[in-house]
């Protein structure tokens, strides 16, 4: 194989940490001088604030996506078609290679739903373009996800402040 | 208790991402204007490079600490003499309270390594100043540590390539 193939990273799990990391690992390749992209599947899951912060970081280009979920049965349709709406920009830049990092964030939430056809992504994912890494996070990665990555880490939650303790969620360290 | 003390959080575990979530965490706090001090207490466990991006964020402030550890039993006490230095600068600031947030980075593996008494970091930790969130990474996080913290969680490695399957560690995803 080739060992300077792009990586598919996971992080997946029920605790903290699954989109920070991704961001984090984006400001590193930032600082080589990589171009990233981060995808954001889920509208609203990042206050504006905590993107501001991103602006100043030109490597960096930040999207979201898929606006308007729903996830109520009444809607399953409407969500598919946002979901597809958003997988596809994900597809065109993951085939295509100027980005050396493309971050999905929150994917594995959009697949569990059920919202994009699973063999789809997993065929698109396995046939990236060989110079692109992806970063996929968010709960219950599918196990045919978990298959193909070449990297996986699962966030565990072992304590939380706002279930245990009933503190309220904080400005800025609510991930 | 008081619903607005500042958090002690702690990223564990074998897997890859502590450092990165906390990281992230940083730019996220960033984003909100709030001051952030990031103490690195294992100098090359960043590339430089990796760092670069962050100097484009003015709210967060990086600093290493403790260079020159060399874990072995020869040079126990001269490890020990590094680590005290470094938390003394990370005692200052956890009391004084300017930062909203700072990051102790791999801290977790100098307490796991006996290398500072655990009954003093501790006692720090919980007389911290209210207004300040403490975020502690590194692998083998002790007991006592756990005990006190408000939110902890384990990056447990499902899957890690240069074990697997013998790729390279890469510069830019290798965290």
Redesign the interface.
């Known amino acids: 194989?080739n060992?300077?193939?792009g990586?598919l990273?996971?992080?997946t799990?029920n605790?903290?940490?699954?989109?920070?990391?991704?961001?984090?690992?984006a400001?590193?390749?930032?600082?080589?001088g990589?171009p990233v992209l981060v995808l954001q599947f889920i509208k609203g899951a990042?206050p504006y604030?905590?993107?501001?912060?991103?602006d100043?970081?030109e490597?960096?280009e930040l999207k979201p996506l898929g606006t308007g979920f729903t996830w109520t049965k009444e809607s399953l349709d409407e969500d598919r078609r946002l979901a597809a709406e958003g997988w596809e920009e994900a597809v065109a830049e993951i085939r295509r290679g100027r980005y050396?990092?493309i971050v999905l964030d929150e994917l594995n939430v959009v697949l569990s739903y059920g919202l994009l056809p699973l063999n789809d992504v997993i065929e698109t994912l396995r046939d990236r373009n060989p110079g692109v890494?992806v970063v996929i996070t968010g709960r219950n990665a599918p196990a045919e996800l978990?298959e193909i990555?070449?990297?996986?880490?699962?966030?565990?939650?072992?304590?939380?402040?706002y279930h245990d303790?009933?503190?309220?969620a904080?400005?800025?360290?609510e991930?």
């Open positions: 194989m060992a300077e193939k990586l990273i996971v992080f799990g605790g903290k940490g699954k989109t920070t990391a991704a961001l984090g690992m400001m590193r390749a930032a600082g080589h990589m990042w604030g905590e993107l501001r912060s991103f100043k970081v490597e960096i050396r990092i890494h978990i990555a070449d990297l996986v880490t699962e966030m565990k939650q072992v304590k939380h402040p303790q009933g503190v309220k904080q400005k800025g360290v991930f």
